[in-house]
């Protein structure tokens, strides 16, 4: 337990951010945590106002010790330097360490690897400026030091930076389409999200690229918002589903189709040292690619998947 008099006014979470020497954001997630309290009340929000003279109590919760499982897999590198890493995520590997979750995560494998870490998120989001659901694959970036971290962040929040995905969906489009709608937890089904009333604002882009004759579909998604599941719940509205997503509705067999197909195709940013506009295309991995190869027109595929051109296929805003 620590505690200290303020000598001066204005929101706890600036106060503590100067004392501690810590982001806004770590000083947020102890607040969050019911780590703080002023004057022996428990503080809940971070824009609570302290007066000079006020008392601040706060601590830090204790780290439990997870027991990492034997690493035995690697993960492609697509880009490293002094600030940012990108990787290219494969399938069945989760993000971060949860309750949950008792396999090695992305995370265990970077500190395997000894890669330097930011530590914004906390001890077991080191480095996670983003993530990616457990079975989708490509380019994912992990910033390595606080200050790329807050930067990439912001870019999330203002578009400078994004991702193009690619998917197999098992019925084509009408057309290219935009689904602008909340998203939500299913209230019957604590594994799926859903369209709800109440849930956060979530917008997609879907554009048509290539098509077989078994009425399977390649398409390309935008993101406008970062929601869980978005692609997969927004395709769901329009009735369409990813090969392999038998969670939102596609009737398939797993020993047929092994995983959901879609891939974070094309990462692009702008780096946080330099200011240099940055893409970097994540390689779709042999499932996908051997799918593709048997059923579709190659040299669509391929004008369709130009990284230089994909960019222009969504017109619609």
């Not at 203002?158 to 389409?177: E, F, Q, V």
């Amino acid at each position: 337990m620590n505690s200290f008099q303020t000598t001066s006014s204005g929101r706890i979470d600036k106060i503590l951010a100067q004392k501690l020497d810590v982001s806004r954001n770590q000083v947020e997630k102890l607040v969050k945590d019911g780590l703080v309290s002023v004057n022996s009340k428990c503080i809940s929000k971070t824009s609570f106002k302290v007066l000079e003279g006020d008392e601040v109590v706060y601590r830090f919760k204790e780290a439990q010790k997870r027991v990492v499982p034997p690493i035995d897999f690697d993960v492609e590198v697509l880009y490293e330097d002094d600030y940012l890493l990108v990787v290219n995520k494969p399938s069945g590997l989760v993000v971060h360490p949860a309750p949950s979750v008792k396999e090695p995560t992305l995370v265990d494998w970077l500190i395997h690897k000894d890669i330097s870490l930011s530590t914004i998120s906390g001890e077991e989001r080191h480095g996670i400026v983003h993530r990616i659901d457990k079975e989708t694959t490509g380019a994912l970036v992990v910033a390595k030091t606080n200050e790329a971290h807050e930067k990439l962040s912001l870019q999330l929040q203002d578009k400078s930076m994004g991702r193009y995905y690619l998917a197999l969906i098992d019925c084509p489009l009408k057309d290219d389409t935009i689904v602008d709608k909340p998203i939500g937890r299913n209230p019957k089904n604590r594994l799926k999200m859903d369209v709800v009333p109440h849930g956060k604002t979530a917008k997609t882009a879907f554009v048509k690229l290539a098509q077989t004759i078994y009425d399977v579909e390649l398409i390309a998604a935008k993101l406008f918002t970062g929601r869980t599941h978005q692609i997969r719940v927004h395709l769901n509205t329009l009735g369409r589903h990813i090969l392999g997503d038998d969670l939102y509705g596609f009737k398939t067999k797993r020993d047929k189709i092994a995983r959901v197909n879609l891939h974070a195709y094309l990462l692009y940013l702008v780096h946080p040292k330099t200011g240099e506009k940055m893409e970097f295309v994540a390689p779709l991995f042999d499932d996908m690619t051997d799918y593709i190869t048997k059923y579709f027109d190659q040299e669509i595929v391929d004008r369709k998947m130009n990284p230089e051109t994909m960019g222009t296929l969504f017109t619609l805003k």
